[in-house]
Each structure stands twice: as structure tokens, then as C-alpha cells.
């Protein structure tokens, strides 16, 4: 069966609700009708007849099959309304962490629209831009890939203080590099093993790394290759504790949540400017059935 509804991808996770109900349920379900059943949440920004939500099963009975699924279909159907995830501002959402994040545990900030697992490339700068304008001391944000700007800082050295131009090169409509003096505050190489339940053991490289601050305490950890900010690795191989920051910003939409979301305090998604739109409601879709 197929639904006939849309969601966004940041709604999708399973860690929360209502995905997380339905999947109990599913497995509820399985056992009920010795059946094995299948829920896929969609991808609404492939724009082709089929992109949105369905459910489907096998099993040795076709009658207790069918039944099953549909009792599935009816479940995600009726949460409908429990996928209205809601979105926020850079603006909204940099005045809610500040609020927040000093309870002992950092704020996520998701910059969902950016997210490189999903077809961003990880170098918009509007959510940076709002942390430096309301002075977030004790804030990090990861990953900006720019080769150029981890290339300078690897060049300019440890303690360095320059300026730089990140992000900002992709052609986001909305979106611009962001100008300032940085210090240069560590250099790496960008190789580490991964160590949360996305990828443990996995080895990564994301090149030429650096860790750079604003006067205002901001941090940014900047890179040449990209990846998803899915592991707290990312932060530690380069001396950051994701743990005690006040403010984590991480250019994710789903899959920071399975290491981050155990140390948040709240977690907060964000419509920045960025080419992996949160809401399907605004694409300019031309195939839907």
C-alpha cells in the first residue's frame, strides 16, 4: 500500500514519534501474524510518482499477510498529523539555544537544509552567521567543507589569526560566503575511526581539518572532504568534547541523532538556506501522482 501524504526527511527518524511508535508497532504487528513488514517513510524531494510513503509485507499466509499490512497502513495513516515536525529559523533557533544551553548538556542544532548525507554540500553559512551575530559563546559547528579555507589555516598555522572567506561557493540561492578574522586554534588530518552506532570501527578522512574561532568564542570545524556530521569523532579527533559545548550545530538531518541526541539537552532543526528542503510543501514538484 502506498500513503498519501508527504514528509520531510528530518520528521523520518526513528528515535522520535511518531516513527518510533510505528515501528513498535510494526514489530507488534510481525508477531501477531507471523508476517514480515516493511514501512519506508518516502523521499519527497525525488520527484517521481512513487517517492512518497508505503508499506508492504511478506509471509507464508497470504490472508494474515494482507491483513497485517493493512492494519500497518492504517497506523501510519493516522499519523498524519504527527509528522508535522516543526522547523525553525537560524534566527528562532540560535535565541532558543541560548536560552536552553546552559543545563549542563549542549543543544543540537540540526542545519537540516545543508545536510551532505541528503545533497548538500556542507558549505552554507546561514546558520553560522546567525551564531556569530548573537555571540554564542561555547558553540561549534560541524562540518563546513572548504578545501580553500582548511587549505589557508594549514598555511597560516597554529595561533594564526586572519581572515578568512567560508562556505558560501555552492550557489545556494540565499546563502553567501561569510567574511571574518578567525585564529587558527588546531590542525589535523582528518583521519579518525568512527565510534558512534553509525559507523563504529569505520575508518574516515576527511582531509586537511582545522578548528577555527571567532572573537566571539564560536568554533568552526572546517574540512576538505565531505561527510554527514554523524559521529562525535568528528569532533573529538580534532580536541572539541561535543559533550561540553553549550551549542552543537551540525549539518545533519537524521543521523547525528543515533550519538548526539543521548547528550542533548534539546535538539532543534533549522531551515537555513540549503538545497535539501525540509518541507516538501514548497517544491516545485511536476510528477506527483
Known amino acids: 500500500h502506498q500513503l498519501d501524504y508527504l514528509t520531510g526527511i528530518p520528521s523520518q527518524c526513528s528515535f522520535i514519534e511518531p516513527c518510533k511508535g510505528i515501528y513498535e508497532e510494526l514489530a507488534r ?164 575511526t568512527c565510534t558512534g552506532p553509525m559507523g563504529k570501527g569505520n575508518p574516515a578522512d576527511l582531509g586537511p581539518t582545522a578548528l577555527i574561532r571567532v572573537s566571539s568564542g564560536v568554533r568552526v570545524i572546517v574540512v576538505t572532504r565531505k561527510m554527514q556530521a554523524l559521529d562525535q569523532a568528528l569532533f573529538t579527533h580534532i580536541g572539541v568534547d561535543p559533550g561540553a559545548q553549550r551549542i552543537l550545530a551540525l549539518k545533519s538531518s537524521v543521523h547525528f541523532r543515533a550519538h548526539f541526541q543521548p547528550i542533548a539537552e534539546a535538539v532543534i532543526v533549522v531551515a537555513a538556506p540549503g538545497p535539501v528542503v525540509a518541507d516538501p510543501a514548497v517544491l516545485p514538484f511536476t510528477n506527483l501522482r
Not at 516543526?86 to 549542549?106: D, M, T
Open 29 to 192: 504487528l510481525e508477531n501477531r501474524h507471523n508476517a514480515m513488514l516493511s514501512f519506508a517513510p518516502g523521499f519527497a524531494m525525488a520527484d517521481f510518482a512513487d517517492c512518497g510513503m508505503s508499506v508492504f509485507g511478506f509471509g507464508t499466509d497470504e490472508s494474515a499477510t494482507q491483513k497485517a499490512v493493512e492494519q500497518l497502513r492504517r497506523v501510519v495513516a493516522d499519523s498524519e498529523k504527527d509528522f508535522a515536525l516543526e522547523l525553525h529559523s537560524p534566527e528562532q533557533a540560535v535565541r532558543r539555544a541560548r536560552e536552553r544551553g546552559a543545563q549542563g548538556q549542549p543543544v543540537v542544532m540540526a542545519d537540516t537544509q545543508d545536510n551532505p548525507g541528503a545533497g548538500g554540500n556542507g558549505d552554507t553559512t546561514g546558520l553560522l552567521r546567525e551564531l556569530i551575530r548573537q555571540d554564542s559563546r561555547d558553540a561549534v559547528l560541524g562540518l563546513l567543507i572548504d578545501p580553500a579555507a582548511a587549505k589557508k589555516a594549514h598555511e597560516a598555522g597554529k595561533g594564526a589569526t586572519l581572515p578568512f572567506s567560508l562556505g558560501g561557493k555552492s550557489g545556494v540561492k540565499g546563502d553567501a560566503p561569510f567574511g571574518g578574522e578567525f585564529t587558527v586554534e588546531r590542525l589535523g588530518d582528518g583521519r579518525f
